[in-house]
């Protein structure tokens, strides 16, 4: 057995046991524990919620449920990406322990905090189910598209950990930037806003955000809002940029990794 | 792997660090489209080739930078060799440094069921071996507490447990035994004592070159990123040493003459040192030309009479840099007497290296009346004692004196021998121990 190497099972198990001890870690020091892993986001929800339809008089869309109910699908979303490439980034710098002086199988790291993201996501998808069921909605069958989105978003973002992490090994400004660029994407992104906002013809171009896709389909699947078809334009421009972004993050990662403990 | 191949076998085993001036630039070159090139190289290691049995305990010495840590890390397979290959049969585990792969915000358990993962090892596995981990690794309730919190002998004991206890095949310790008090450090070499005879294969790389005298089976030495010579450990200890103390690599056999570089000295060349000195009429010091000699020793003294020159004997052989606990030795030191002297006391002292003063005698207390000295006229004279010292270096003071309290030359820390380990033992001071079973 060559050191380093591990059966893709034995990986698998390692990468959930260290994406469990680091959501675990960081609500180590706190009483509420992992109920904070809802009521920062449920927070963060109700000042969204406050100033776009009281503040910015935001409408609820024409079909699908309340302003409130679209807004925390999107946002949902949004949280669980960008939660991800954040935490992605950090995945090599945040784990040095690893790195330095134990034969560790690197590619496992840009993978933590997609599974971590995707822990707290599942819990997010519960709160959802509870809002609707509160206000007296019901998911229709729709609701088990939610699964294939969640993993489609889970491969655009592993890509841009793989990409991000091994780039902030050696530029501290990456993950300075990163913190930017998630905020120009956010507004980018249909989540506070709705789509319907805009005349057809602009509506096409919003289709080459690759989330776009993501969370419209995630307002499909909970709101049985007008879907998008699967495989359509958008899904065709999601899933090129996720494949591109899987294969270049994961080329680019591979070229830097014997460098990192050198550096690091 | 057959059970016939080595445990690890380098071949023509290089590493090269790439020296930048940035991080930014070592990035532009790793993701360079024609990977073009702009870094300096400096060569960690140069063409290494070793072949480590199974059930070898193997030393490793070298001076810092000499590429020690960069030929574990490789065999760990934390760095990639740049050229040549490495190849490791059997699961590694290394004590590499003191917290490596260890998660300081997280508990000890949680550490150790992490790197049990790490290793490969499964949950049933793992449960089975953390009731061993906690028993040896002894701490109490600090497992569960957050390793940040740990002195640093818990987290040696934390370490070393989870190490030996996820069942390696090759063991690799980074001067790591040094940490913890004695008990433990007892109970880590019985361990790796038991370790050893399940056929298990052992690296221990460490400044200590006792423990390498002690435990090894073969040692190696590293200089500047070259295998200098694979052998014997107390060979490979005295070669090493000669490196510490005088800078430069003792001659290499002349390989172009096998024959006459292989022949072992003449027995008698002891005796002719021993003769030379004892037939020298020179009166200047000669003290600093011994290899024996400590430039920073601290002599002071009213004056009349003077140490002027040594000499060391283990039998026949001279100089002996290092010796085993208990070994013989003769002292032998000539003083220049500048005034007359009625029954001059000629003693000595053995300390070590924190200045415990251990023992010391002199001639009148051996109930030795010396003949007298006049001025001018040179004398020799001779200790014979076993150094039934525990290891580490130990330095001799030697003294000429008119009276008990006029001294007239004191060389303090003149001579420095260093002991190495026979056997395990504690204290300064191997004492004659006889034992009996008598029932």
Redesign the interface.
């Known amino acids: 057995m060559a050191p380093g190497s591990t059966t893709p099972r034995a990986a698998a198990r390692l990468a959930w046991r260290l994406a469990l001890l680091t959501l675990r870690d960081r609500y180590a020091a706190t009483a509420l524990g992992g109920l904070w892993a809802v009521l920062q986001p449920a927070g963060l929800i109700a000042v969204y919620w406050f100033v776009f339809s009281y503040g910015l008089k935001m409408a609820a869309p024409a079909e699908g449920g309340s302003y409130f109910l679209t807004l925390t699908v999107g946002l949902i979303v949004w949280f669980f990406f960008s939660e991800a490439v954040a935490g992605g980034t950090n995945a090599v710098l945040a784990n040095r322990y690893l790195v330095k002086k134990i034969a560790f199988p690197l590619e496992i790291l840009p993978c933590i905090p997609v599974l971590a993201a995707l822990v707290v996501h599942a819990a997010m998808i519960a709160l959802v189910l509870a809002v609707m069921a509160a206000e007296g909605r019901m998911p229709s069958t729709a609701l088990f598209e939610v699964a294939y989105f969640a993993l489609a978003l889970a491969c655009l973002a592993t890509g841009l950990a793989f990409l991000l992490s091994g780039l902030a090994v050696f530029q501290g400004d990456m993950a300075q930037s990163i913190g930017i660029l998630l905020q120009i994407w956010f507004w980018l992104t249909p989540i506070v806003w709705s789509p319907d906002l805009f005349p057809e013809h602009i509506r096409g171009w919003l289709a080459l955000n690759p989330l776009y896709y993501i969370v419209t389909g995630y307002r499909h699947a909970f709101l049985d809002t007008p879907a998008v078809p699967l495989f359509g334009t958008a899904g065709a421009i999601f899933w090129i940029a996720a494949a591109l972004m899987l294969a270049a993050g994961i080329a680019v990662f591979r070229r830097l990794k014997p460098d990192f403990a050198d550096v690091l | 792997m057959s059970s016939s191949s080595p445990a690890i076998q380098v071949t023509g085993l290089s590493k090269k ?2 020296l930048f001036n940035s ?2 630039e ?2 532009l070159e ?2 360079h489209p024609f990977r073009r090139t702009t870094h300096r190289a400096h060569w960690a290691l140069a063409d290494i080739n070793l072949t480590i049995r199974r059930g070898t305990m193997m030393g490793i010495l070298g001076r810092n930078g000499s590429g020690k840590s960069t030929l574990l ?1 490789i ?6 060799p740049t050229s040549g290959t490495c190849e ?1 049969n ?3 585990a ?1 004590l ?2 003191l ?8 508990t000890g358990r ?1 550490n150790v ?3 049990a ?2 290793m ?1 090892l ?2 049933a596995e793992i449960e089975h071996r953390l009731a061993e981990v906690i028993e040896f690794a002894d701490i109490g309730e600090y497992f569960d507490q957050p390793v940040r919190t740990y002195s640093s002998g818990m987290f040696m004991r934390v370490a070393f447990a989870a190490a030996i206890h996820v069942d390696p095949d090759i063991l690799v310790i980074d001067e790591a035994m040094a940490v913890g008090d004695v008990k433990f450090q007892e109970k880590c070499f019985r361990r790796i004592r038991t370790f050893k005879e399940m056929g298990k294969t052992i690296l221990l790389v460490t400044h200590d070159m006792s423990s390498v005298t002690y435990f090894c089976d073969e040692a190696v030495l590293l200089h500047d990123g070259h295998l200098i010579e694979v052998g014997e450990p107390r060979r490979i200890a005295e070669v090493y040493s000669e490196l510490l103390t005088t800078g430069k690599l003792p001659a290499p056999p002349d390989l172009t003459t096998p024959a006459i570089a292989a022949e072992a000295p003449p027995p008698d060349a002891g005796l002719t040192t021993l003769a030379a000195f004892l037939a020298d009429t020179r009166t200047t010091d000669r003290c600093a030309e011994n290899p024996l000699y400590n430039p920073n020793e601290y002599r002071f003294g009213q004056g009349g009479a003077a140490i002027i020159d040594f000499l060391v004997m283990e039998g026949t052989r001279p100089h002996p840099g290092q010796l085993l606990e208990g070994a013989w030795i003769d002292i032998h030191l000539r003083v220049r007497f500048d005034t007359d002297y009625e029954a001059p006391l000629i003693g000595f002292t053995l300390s070590n290296a924190q200045g415990v003063a251990l023992f010391g005698i002199h001639s009148g207390w051996l109930r030795h009346t010396t003949r007298p000295a006049r001025a001018g006229e040179t004398r020799c004279y001779r200790f014979r004692l076993r150094m039934t010292l525990s290891v580490g270096p130990w330095f001799i003071e030697l003294t000429v004196a008119r009276a008990q309290d006029s001294v007239s030359d004191v060389r303090s820390k003149m001579v420095l021998i260093e002991i190495l380990r026979d056997r395990m033992m504690i204290g300064l001071a191997l004492l004659d121990v006889e034992f009996t079973e008598e029932s």
Not at chain 2, 75 to 80: D, E, N, P, Y
Not at chain 2, 99 to 106: E, K, T
């Open positions: 660090y790439r991080r930014h070592r990035l790793l993701l890390q065999i760990c397979g934390v760095l990639r490791v059997g699961r590694v290394a590499l440094e917290g490596a792969g260890f998660n300081p915000d997280l949680e069921i992490t790197n993962l790490i490969g499964d949950r």
